[in-house]
T-cell receptor, first 111, second 114 residues
Framework: EDQVTQSPEALRLQEGESSSLNCSYT??????LFWYRQDPGKGPEFLFT???AGEEKEKERLKATLTKKESFLHITAPKPEDSATYLC????????????FGGGTRVLVKP | GAVVSQHPSRVICKSGTSVKIECRSL??????MFWYRQFPKQSLMLMAT?????????EQGVEKDKFLINHASLTLSTLTVTSAHPEDSSFYIC??????????FGQGTRLTVV
């Protein structure tokens, strides 16, 4: 069974304090790993897709990396507007179009 | 990114009535649409997967007669919560994908059954 575990569950940061979120996964074969941002009361917003180990993608203060067992979302010098829940999801090769989501990491950035 | 529109964003209904939620992909044709349910401070729970023109595939434990899904076209899927009860109150989110591209999500619908 495909599994995705995110840690920590919650993260409190001071503005400018860089940190990393972890997404560990177990799948029979990885087709893609996705990162999303979700604000309270809204649907998830797409951030990145990673397909193979060693791949990295960046967008503003966010950088996502991928290994064979986990992915990291690095937040560099965060600002209060980066406060959100960050969700990681995987698509397994045997799962068709379905995504398996992790529990998410709630990030709060204080000014 | 692509735009997925979900409507309504909030709905309050009486117990025993039915509620329909619409999900539209505005700028691409979605081969697959997904419906999720999300409880407070929890992640997304997949309810069902639907492909245009065919019956939806429901996840284990999801009542297909209670949560009716129709995927009539490549840009529209609907979820109807039939005979709603207070325990059906939740945040429902749709998602649309084209082949193996990224999945894009709607804004979500907050359903309250009173």
């Amino acid at each position: 069974e495909d599994q995705v575990t995110q840690s920590p569950e919650a993260l409190r940061l001071q503005e400018g304090e860089s940190s990393s979120l972890n997404c560990s996964y177990t799948v029979s074969g990885l087709r893609g790993l996705f990162w999303y941002r979700q604000d309270p009361g809204k649907g998830p917003e797409f951030l990145f897709t990673l397909y193979s180990a060693g791949e990295e993608k960046e967008k503003e203060r966010l950088k996502a990396t991928l290994t064979k067992k986990e992915s990291f979302l690095h937040i560099t010098a965060p600002k209060p507007e980066d406060s959100a829940t960050y969700l990681c999801a995987v698509q397994a090769t045997a799962a068709g179009n379905k995504l398996t989501f992790g529990g998410g990491t709630r990030v709060l950035v204080k000014p | 990114g692509a735009v997925v529109s979900q409507h309504p964003s909030r709905v309050i209904c009486k117990s025993g009535t039915s509620v329909k939620i619409e999900c539209r992909s505005l700028d691409f044709q979605a081969t697959t649409m997904f419906w999720y349910r999300q409880f407070p401070k929890q992640s997304l729970m997949l309810m069902a997967t639907s492909n245009e023109g065919s019956k939806a595939t429901y996840e284990q434990g999801v009542e297909k007669d209670k949560f009716l899904i129709n995927h009539a076209s490549l840009t529209l899927s609907t979820l109807t919560v039939t005979s709603a009860h207070p325990e059906d109150s939740s945040f429902y989110i749709c998602s649309a994908r084209r082949d193996n591209w990224e999945a894009f999500f709607g804004q979500g619908t907050r359903l309250t059954v009173v």
